[in-house]
């Protein structure tokens, strides 16, 4: 009889034990697993994202349509797939993102590759740019490489970004003729090189997702490092250094 207890006790020892182990391990999936949030206005194009990703194994937690929705949308996520494209502006959701919640990477997305726009995406905090149009098996990878921290970017634009680190890192002071060489900080840099391009404040203020008095206060320093009087001033001096 006692034998009989003890083995019954033993067989629902062995049964908690095995249950255990599974909770445990399902825990730990539940933790591994990411939570992603997806931001994309067009129906068609967002149930395909939501169906590449699930069938690599990665759920949904949540959908937006708006820049406004998906920054709302965004906090305890680990990853938010962004459309350039969204309403009320991609990568001003994307800027927003990334300075309110930095644990949460950010993927963009776009219909069509631009180096330009790539660009843009990285130097608003994006660590990902990826076209829509790319296998369905690529976008659940890109998410776990993000998890892993590293970059999701076609191999075909990562030259653009190297070029350009080598363009910023060479040009951080403008050598002027019969002059000491004046040292500017990247933003000012790159409200410079704007400025040649010939946009205006406002222009400016939206590529850099910068309010336009930030835009202004950045061109009053180039202006007085430069030392001269006008924006036109300043283009001419870079051209000619």
Do not use: F
């Amino acid at each position: 009889m006692r034998q009989g207890r003890t083995r019954e006790r033993r067989r629902r020892g062995e049964h908690l034990n095995a249950t255990d182990g599974k909770s445990a391990v399902s825990t730990r999936q539940r933790k591994s697993a990411p939570r992603v949030v997806l931001g994309e206005s067009d129906v068609a194009t967002r149930q395909g994202l939501r169906m590449a990703l699930e069938a690599g194994g990665i759920a949904v937690a949540a959908e937006a349509e708006s820049a406004d929705a998906v920054v709302e949308e965004v906090p305890g996520s680990d990853v938010c797939l962004i459309s350039v494209d969204l309403p009320g502006g991609g990568l001003r959701a994307a800027a927003a993102i990334v300075a309110e919640h930095p644990d949460t990477a950010v993927i963009v997305l776009t219909s069509a590759a631009d180096e330009e726009e790539l660009v843009d995406a990285v130097r608003v905090g994006a660590v990902g740019y990826l076209v829509t149009d790319m296998t369905p098996a690529g976008l659940p990878e890109a998410v776990r490489a993000v998890m892993r921290g590293e970059l999701a970017i076609p191999r075909a634009l990562t030259p653009v970004l190297a070029d350009r680190l080598r363009e910023r890192l060479g040009r951080r002071q403008v050598a002027l003729r019969g002059r000491p060489g004046v040292e500017l900080t990247t933003r000012e840099w790159e409200v410079l090189d704007l400025m040649c391009d010939g946009l205006s404040t406002r222009e400016i203020a939206g590529r850099l997702l910068i309010s336009e008095i930030t835009v202004r206060r950045h061109i009053s320093a180039v202006l007085k490092k430069l030392r001269v009087g006008s924006r036109r001033d300043a283009v001419k001096l870079l051209e000619t250094a």
